[in-house]
Each structure stands twice: as structure tokens, then as C-alpha cells.
């Protein structure tokens, strides 16, 4: 079992910035990497950005690329994700998710409110 806790939402203006963070523990040495997602109301969970605990290999969506950045502290068992120049359209749930291959991703956290304000 992996557990994650995401912190750091809130509300924010547009053209603002905030960090989430995401803490694991447990059996995070099965872990492969780790992932953001968000969900808006009355829309499908969307991928954001994933990476690799080993290595440190990123991968984004097109709709963050250039705006939000994933990054990891493989001594904390913690990821974060960046947001900077966020738009009233990135309102959502935010969520981290554990993947142990990549593709699959079998634990989450209980997600954090991010609010952007036009």
C-alpha cells in the first residue's frame, strides 16, 4: 500500500502561481513514479504530468506543457507540481496518483481544491 496526502490548493487570481505538494508513504519503493491529475465539475479526470522517481524523467500534457512543472524529492517521498500563469479554466480537484509501471496508476490521494479567480 502507498499512501499519498496532497497539500498546497487554495484560491489564487489569474496569472498567479501556487506548488502543490504530494507526500508518500508506505511501500513507495514499489513505486515507479508518480502523477498529477486534476478533475473539474461535470468533467473527465485529465492527466497533467508524470515522473520518475528514478531518473527524474517527465512527461506533460499538452494543456500544462511550458506552464507547469513536476519535479520530486526522492529523499522526502515528496512530488511536487508548479503552477505558474494559471487561468480560471484550471480550476479543478487536484490529485496525485502512484503508477508501479508507468501506464496504471493504483494509489491516490484525496485531492486539493485549486480555485483561479478571473
Known amino acids: 500500500q502507498v499512501q499519498l496526502v496532497e497539500s498546497g490548493g487554495g484560491l489564487v487570481q489569474a496569472g498567479g502561481s501556487l506548488r502543490l505538494s504530494c507526500a508518500a508513504s508506505?511501500?513507495?519503493?514499489?513505486?515507479?513514479?508518480m502523477g498529477w491529475f486534476r478533475q473539474a465539475p461535470g468533467k473527465e479526470r485529465e492527466f497533467l504530468a508524470r515522473?520518475?522517481?528514478?531518473?527524474?524523467?517527465?512527461y506533460y500534457a499538452d494543456s500544462v506543457k511550458g506552464r507547469f512543472t513536476i519535479s520530486r524529492d526522492n529523499a522526502e517521498n515528496t512530488v511536487y507540481l508548479q503552477m505558474n500563469s494559471l487561468k480560471p479554466e484550471d480550476t479543478a480537484v487536484y490529485y496525485c496518483a502512484s503508477t508501479s509501471n508507468g501506464a496504471v496508476y493504483e494509489y491516490w490521494g484525496q485531492g486539493t481544491q485549486v480555485t483561479v479567480s478571473s
Open positions: 508506505g511501500r513507495t519503493f514499489s513505486s515507479y513514479g
Open positions: 515522473i520518475k522517481w528514478t531518473g527524474g524523467n517527465t
